[in-house]
């Protein structure tokens, strides 16, 4: 680190000016690696009646400091995006669940680390297992620049969400890193589709795919996406669906772990994600766009990815708990504690789908948030990078 001193700057206590504090700003190559989560929690059941237990909020605490504490292709970090479905019903109000689970990781964190962001997605029903679609994020390395819940089918006119076709509103939030540009802006759509086998409900599946994919090819081919969420393809990469998704345009979905040809059958038991205590099928997702492959900006990185808890010593129709599943999170020093929370639904029947990405090809922009504090506090500097490298000058 170089100080270029000016006034009463000093390199270990800094105390300039207003007006030098205001303009302070540091040009940095370093690049912000961001961990993003999809989780359906199962919570959107319970009620005063007692229709279904409500999840335990201090075990899925933990189930989620293990996934900041878990290494992916050598990398360990807490969650900084949260896609999540499942919440618990509270229209019009924001689905209680966001709040809940922000006061666990601020508990952990440290308060004012997380935020839900305020949207209430629609839906077709209430408390009997279809609650609300949401987001959670690190306000310290991700900024929320709003959400947008899509309303209309392909066609431009037909109502989406219905009993004839989503169930629940998909929803897509713009998201930067925190201290760069808009050339690092992201879209993430969060999304529930119908569940279950049979034809209308695969339609319907299909159905929302087509609206999302229509939105997203609004957004031009250079936009960087991700698909996440509880898609419910029963009918594995030939469901029509996964089809819609994965077509040629503008947002083409594509599948980091590249798994042609997958199904929910034993050949595929290590990228399965439910049930946690039957594990079957491949229900929950992270596809991205082009964009987020091959072009600068935001892109994930594909080696990381996967089912957290999941892991090529599981048995198909399994639990994660299992003594042969030796090879599952095997970093974590409450790695028992975390499987068994994860298995036999003890707070969530579904797996959690984890992956970094990284920012390339472009810098960050880091900048003194003004006043008097220690040169090499995180805090001071929005985008809680310290410009300590010695190519850059404050």
């Given amino acids: ?20 504090a205001a303009a302070l700003a540091a040009t940095s190559s370093l690049a912000a690696t961001l961990r993003v989560v999809t989780y359906n929690i199962d919570d959107d059941t319970g009620d005063p009646s007692g229709h279904d237990s ?22 360990a970090q807490p969650i900084d995006v949260l896609s999540l479905q499942e919440l618990h019903y509270d229209n019009p109000n924001p689905s209680s669940s966001l709040q809940n689970i922000v006061t666990q990781l601020n ?25 609300p679609n949401g987001l959670i994020y690190n306000t310290h390395t991700v900024m929320d620049l709003g959400a947008t819940g899509l309303t209309l089918q392909a066609d431009g006119t037909t109502p989406l969400v219905s009993g004839d076709a989503a169930g629940r ?20 759509y969060d999304s529930h ?20 994919r229509a939105d997203a090819d609004n957004l031009g081919a250079s936009a960087h996406i991700i ?10 990469s030939n469901e029509a669906a996964y089809q819609s998704l994965t077509a040629a345009g503008n947002g083409q979905a594509k599948d980091p772990l590249n798994a042609t040809g997958w199904n929910n059958t034993s050949n ?57 599943n030796t090879g599952a999170l095997t970093d974590l020093a409450n790695r028992t504690t975390v499987l068994n929370y994860l298995a036999g639904q003890a707070v969530t029947d579904h797996l959690p789908v984890v992956a970094d990405y990284q920012t390339v090809g472009t810098t960050s922009t880091i900048i003194w948030v003004g006043g008097t504090g220690n040169w090499s506090n995180t805090g001071m500097w929005v985008g809680g990078v310290v410009p300590n490298s010695p190519s850059v000058m404050a």
């Fill in 107 to 131: 508990n952990i964190y440290g308060l004012g680390t997380y935020a839900f962001d305020p949207y209430v997605g629609t839906t077709t029903g209430n408390l009997v297992g279809n609650g």
């Fill in 54 to 75: 409500r999840v335990d909020f201090t075990k899925l605490g933990t189930i989620l400091q293990g996934i900041g504490n878990h290494h992916l292709n050598g990398n």
């Fill in 268 to 324: 595929w038991t290590p990228i399965l994600t439910e049930s946690s205590d039957d594990l079957t099928a491949r229900f929950d997702f992270q596809l991205v766009s082009n964009a987020m492959l091959n072009q600068p900006g935001m892109q994930i990185i594909s080696a990381s990815y996967e089912t957290f808890g999941n892991a090529s010593t599981m048995t198909f129709g399994g639990a994660v708990d299992d003594p042969g």
């Fill in 169 to 188: 509103q998909p929803i897509r939030y713009t998201l930067r890193p925190v201290g760069f540009a808009s050339n690092q802006d992201f879209y993430l």
């Fill in 227 to 236: 698909y996440s969420g509880d898609l419910n393809f029963t009918g594995g």
């Fill in 193 to 212: 589709y119908k569940a279950l086998n049979g034809s209308d409900n695969a339609t319907r599946r299909n159905i929302e795919a087509q609206a999302i």
């Fill in 1 to 20: 680190m170089r100080c270029k001193r000016r006034g009463n700057c000093h390199p270990k206590r800094f105390a300039c000016s207003a007006l030098i």
